[in-house]
């Protein structure tokens, strides 16, 4: 099975801060939290490392160790960075072959500060990650069968329909984690080709960046979830720019847009996928946290993998469960990311700390199912 990914490539360097070298300020009426800098002065790490990252990326590292015949499409600079990305691809037996050096900027960074809940803070240098044209989109490289599209930003995000457009055209089963400012700038855009798209995954953060635009289409509130002992994200619902929606009310909506499923995670507050007619939760593992960078696009890469390859929903949202615990194990992206069989084994093993909620999308009642997938 041959995938592509397209989307961002980032050199990481993660600074490791002991909690007694910074102060964290938590906000009592939000879910938001600050590591506190003290300016004019040196702050003293445990550790500071350099790794690969971006969306592409992670994501191809992902599919790579499933078992994909894996290739990357990104934009990079003329530089030393350049090279450190290219040669972890090769290392991971990914193709380079759609890759761009483009010399106009240099390639993509990002430095992250991480300490306390290990959530880090991170400072992001995009260069050459927003420089994508069409003429770089060329048609073989999406003659595959899956194709993932990561977050994009600037004049690449400009190419969001047209990315989908030609994996669809060729026949490739399409995954996509569009960003915060995609939603928000071009929500237009990304509406009018979100049914193209077989698997949508969006976090929380972005599911609310979302809401002005369903609510004026879809109304505000809607039905709400019946139960007792209900996920947090199930019970509240969700809030953004003033706006509220129920979950039920959210995946309905966006169901409606076309996409087969929607992907929604909510952090250490587990995951949710939605089709057309059905909704389902499964809980998320625990794990002593290292760092919390990579969990999305291993959570995405993992369940689009298993779902383009025939498992069924229930597999496949244990299995992404599975491969974001072990990256949040370690503080990179990648050293955590699973092989396949070591996934499917520790579904097997672990099941149990899984169980999965469903609801029909037609009745707000839950039903727990307990058979291990």
Not at 61 to 78: N, P
Request: glycine fraction near 10%; proline fraction near 3%.
């Amino acid at each position: 099975m041959k995938s592509l990914t397209v989307g961002g490539a980032t050199i990481d360097t993660i600074a490791i801060i002991a909690s007694d070298r910074i102060e964290r300020m938590s906000m009592l009426n939000a879910d938001s939290a600050f590591l506190l800098l003290k300016e004019g002065s040196k702050t003293e790490a445990t550790e500071v490392s350099t790794h690969t990252g971006g969306g592409a990326v992670n994501t191809a590292v992902s599919m790579a160790r499933l078992g994909l015949d894996t290739s990357a499409l990104v934009k990079l600079g003329k530089d030393a960075r350049a090279e450190m990305v290219l040669a972890r691809l090769m290392a991971e037996g990914i193709s380079t072959r759609w890759a761009v050096r483009d010399g106009r900027a240099p390639t993509g960074a990002s430095v992250m500060v991480s300490s306390h809940e290990r959530n880090a803070a991170v400072f992001t240098f995009r260069g050459a990650n927003t420089l994508l044209k069409a003429e770089d989109l060329k048609d073989e490289a999406f003659a595959v069968d899956l194709v993932h599209v990561a977050s994009l930003s600037n004049e690449s995000a400009d190419l969001f329909p047209d990315i989908i457009g030609k994996a669809k055209a060729a026949g490739a089963f399409v995954t996509a984690n569009p960003g915060p400012r995609q939603l928000a700038a071009r929500g237009r855009a990304f509406e009018a080709c979100v049914g193209k798209i077989d698997i949508l995954s969006i976090n929380r953060s972005e599911a609310e960046v979302m809401l002005p635009s369903l609510i004026a289409r879809f109304g505000e509130g809607g039905p709400a979830i019946e139960g007792t002992s209900l996920p947090r994200l199930a019970e509240r619902g969700l809030n953004g720019g003033g706006f509220h929606m129920t979950l039920r009310a959210f995946v309905t909506a966006v169901s409606s847009l076309g996409p087969r499923y929607l992907l929604l995670t909510d952090g250490t507050e587990g995951a949710y996928v939605s089709s057309k007619d059905d909704l389902m939760f499964c809980p998320p593992l625990k794990v002593q946290v290292a760092g919390t960078a990579g969990a999305g696009d291993a959570f995405t890469s993992t369940f689009g993998t298993f779902i383009a390859s025939g498992s069924k929903p229930d597999m496949a949202v244990r299995a992404a469960t599975v491969n974001a615990a072990s990256v949040v194990s370690y503080i990179d992206t990648q050293t955590g990311l699973l092989p396949r069989a070591e996934v499917e084994k520790r579904v097997a093993a672990r099941a149990a700390e899984m169980p999965v909620q469903r609801w029909a999308l037609g009745d707000s009642r839950a039903r727990s199912e307990k058979k291990s997938a």
